[in-house]
């Protein structure tokens, strides 16, 4: 289908390009979002009779929008949420969640603004983009933990994963007797004639 953009849109044009779109992308998104119009003659007439009246809409938009771009300036948003040992979340972080954060620090935002290739699954310190008008787009980072202090920790570019995971391995090297005999440790030679006594008992 042949549509005419009432605004930029990502990787296909700008205000008054005729642009070839797929029938679904232009009937579920561009239409009904008043993105576009159908490329036709009459359509082509009403958008040359108020092409100057969008493109000051859409000017005065983008203004705003620059306006409240400065207000995201190194803007962090932290989400505490249960996860497993391995970091994986009990459930995903989703648009609506980053949404709430975000109106809540008092920015204004909606659902379709918010950037989200792919639910956030684990935690870690993601860059997610907002996109406040189609020529106007900031990034934030959000930072999933599963405590306050993870959160900080992470803030501080910390690997929260990797460095409880050294800890393990340290914390077994520690219990290691260098002079112990190849394969033995020395909680294994105290116990065993504990263990040997055990056994007769059993006998």
């Known amino acids: 289908m042949e549509v005419i953009l009432l605004e930029r849109v990502e990787k296909l044009g700008h205000i008054g390009d005729v642009v070839k779109v797929k029938d ?67 459930g995903s972080v989703a648009v609506r969640d980053l ?22 699954k684990a935690i870690g310190v993601y860059e997610v983009r907002v996109a406040l008008h189609p020529e106007v787009a900031v990034t934030i980072k959000v930072n999933v933990a599963r405590s306050p202090e993870e959160a900080e920790m992470q803030s501080q570019g910390v690997d929260v994963m990797s460095a409880m995971f050294e800890k393990d391995e340290t914390g077994f090297v520690e219990d290691y007797d260098p002079n112990a005999e190849p394969g033995a440790t020395a909680e294994t030679r105290e116990e065993a004639p504990a263990a040997d006594a055990g056994e007769t008992d059993e006998g």
């Open 24 to 90: 679904g992308f232009a009937r579920n998104y561009l239409l009904p979002n008043k993105k576009a119009l159908r490329s036709n003659a009459a359509n082509r007439k009403v958008f040359e009779a108020n092409r100057a009246r969008i493109e000051a809409d859409n000017a005065s938009r983008r203004s705003d929008a620059e306006k409240e771009a400065g207000t995201f300036n190194d803007v962090t948003v932290t989400l505490i949420r249960q996860a497993s040992n391995v970091g994986h979340l009990y």
């Open 99 to 120: 949404v709430d954060a975000l109106v809540a620090d008092g920015h204004k935002v909606n659902k379709a603004q918010i950037v989200l290739d792919k639910p956030i």
